[in-house]
């Protein structure tokens, strides 16, 4: 790696403090009660969402149930009045025939009424998964209300580091643009690997980033060495002032 000014090193550890202060601004966001307020409505919106969808299936198979007994009454109601008007048109003369279609006829009544009991039973779940369903939707509605009146509260109590998080932005875009593409690369890729801070400073005996106190023949090597190196306890970017 090519050597390095010493005020391209003082931009690279300006950036360094810029990213910082960013990342502050990230977790003090993350942080704001509004915020947290704002995520646990909706969580509660989406939870009451899939509420809403498990009894909407369970509603339409009970109403397919309902659909599917009232036909079979109007089947068995059809059957059971054409069965009387052949009885009672005279149509069925000897005595024998006459008493199996009464037996069928019974039998078809039956059925009927076991139906009916069945539909009213079905009828009465469809009402209360209505209900169900009914209510659900209102909740998630007063809900969303909730988290459109919670994101502007929490825009509110962000402004602030919103504004100043914007401005930094541009700080930190001017610091990058200065600084080698080398360099930078550099800097990001052990930013991302040790979480956030890239690049520490040689401050006495410690590496600003790790603060682990190196031993006096590391200290003496490092300021022997370039400007710019990697500290040996924590591997990120170390520039050694001179
Ligand atoms: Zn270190």
């Not at 009451?48 to 009970?62: H, I």
């Not at 169900?132 to 962000?158: K, M, S, Y």
Request: glycine share 6%.
């Amino acid at each position: 790696m090519a050597e390095m000014t010493p005020d391209q090193l003082e931009l690279l550890l300006e950036l360094q403090a810029t990213d910082s202060r960013l990342r502050r601004i990230e977790h003090q966001l993350d942080d704001l009660p509004e915020q947290q307020q704002l995520d646990a409505s909706i969580e509660r919106v989406a939870a009451l969402g899939r509420e809403y969808d498990d009894v909407r299936v369970e509603l339409d198979r009970a109403a397919a149930g309902q659909r599917q007994l009232e036909r079979e009454i109007d089947v068995l109601t059809q059957r059971r009045d054409a069965e009387r008007t052949r009885l009672y048109s005279g149509a069925v003369a000897n005595a024998r025939e006459m008493k199996a279609v009464e037996a069928e006829i019974e039998t078809t009544v039956r059925r009927i009424d076991e139906h009916e009991e069945l539909l009213l039973e079905v009828l009465e779940t469809v009402e209360e998964l209505q209900g169900r369903a009914d209510g659900l939707a209102a909740t998630q509605a007063a809900e969303r209300e909730l988290v459109a009146t919670r994101t502007e509260a929490r825009d509110r109590a962000a402004k602030e580091l919103i504004a100043e998080q914007a401005e930094l932005g541009a700080v930190r875009e001017a610091e990058a643009r200065d600084l080698p593409d080398e360099l930078l690369a550099r800097y990001e890729q052990a930013a991302k690997r040790a979480g956030g801070t890239g690049v520490g400073k040689l401050v006495g005996n410690a590496c600003s980033a790790c603060r682990i106190e190196l031993s006096m023949a590391d200290v003496g090597q490092l300021y022997a060495g370039p400007p710019l190196t990697t500290c040996p306890q924590c591997r990120r970017l170390l520039v050694v002032p001179a």
